[in-house]
């Protein structure tokens, strides 16, 4: 099934930098949802986006909505160990029963 | 807030034999579930939807016979994988949607190994 293309594929960072990553897509969707996953574990909703534009903060985490409505990014300010994880990026079209279509994953991973 | 469980963690099990895998949404009603598969390093595959009270949708390429899927309530769907193989060894994770809404709150998984 179709993808998300989500990059950079992987990261490395030390403590306290930010970080920005981003997925993109060649359809168009209408509500677009970041999750992390931690290792034998299943992801856990971080943000979720509704409208074109729309720029959302949860804590250290900000994502949008970009308008064209197939692109969104996730940044996350002055990581901290903790954040080490994959991230998704996750995305629904209206009218398909909320399935979630799945970005290839960002992995982080923070050194002190 | 929005729990889902999942029963059991991990299970290790013969080939030829069955397995069954729990989804509970513990504080919510879900109207879907959904159930993926990840294999390691890779990214969420989508198996299958289900609606409680009817016959799950299955992603294209997902044997229904061999992956049977069972939403017997609001807060319950079951996948049965049905005589087991090792290449059906797996993350084996579902999500639920609540009544009026699209984010989907994912179950922490269940490991499957098939010897």
């Known amino acids: 099934g179709q993808q998300l293309n989500q990059s950079p594929q992987s990261m490395f960072i030390q403590e306290g930098e930010d970080v920005s990553m981003n997925c993109t897509s060649s359809s168009i969707f209408n509500t677009w949802l970041w999750y992390k996953q931690d290792p034998g574990e299943g992801p856990v909703l971080l943000i979720a986006l509704y409208k074109a534009g729309e720029l959302t903060s949860n804590g250290r985490l900000t994502a949008q909505f970009g308008i064209t409505r197939k692109d969104s990014f996730l940044n996350i300010s002055a990581s901290i160990p903790s954040d080490v994880g994959i991230y998704f990026c996750a995305a629904i079209l209206t009218g398909t029963a909320s399935k979630l279509t799945f970005g290839t994953g960002t992995r982080l991973q923070v050194t002190l | 807030g929005a729990v889902v469980s999942q029963h059991p963690s991990w299970v290790i099990c013969k080939s030829g034999t069955s397995v069954k895998i729990e989804c509970r949404s513990l504080?919510?009603?879900?109207?879907?579930m959904f159930w993926y598969r990840q294999f390691p390093k890779q990214s969420l595959m989508l198996m299958a939807t289900?609606?409680?009270?009817?016959?799950?949708?299955?992603e294209q390429g997902v044997e229904k016979d061999k992956f049977l899927i069972n939403h017997a309530s609001l807060t319950l769907s079951t996948l049965t994988v049905t005589s087991a193989h090792p290449e059906d060894s797996s993350f084996y994770i579902c999500?639920?949607?609540?009544?009026?809404?699209?984010?989907?709150?994912f179950g922490p998984g269940t490991r499957l190994t098939v010897t």
């Open positions: 504080d919510f009603q879900a109207t879907t």
């Open positions: 999500s639920a949607s609540r009544l009026a809404g699209n984010e989907q709150y």
């Open positions: 289900s609606n409680e009270g009817s016959k799950a949708t299955y």
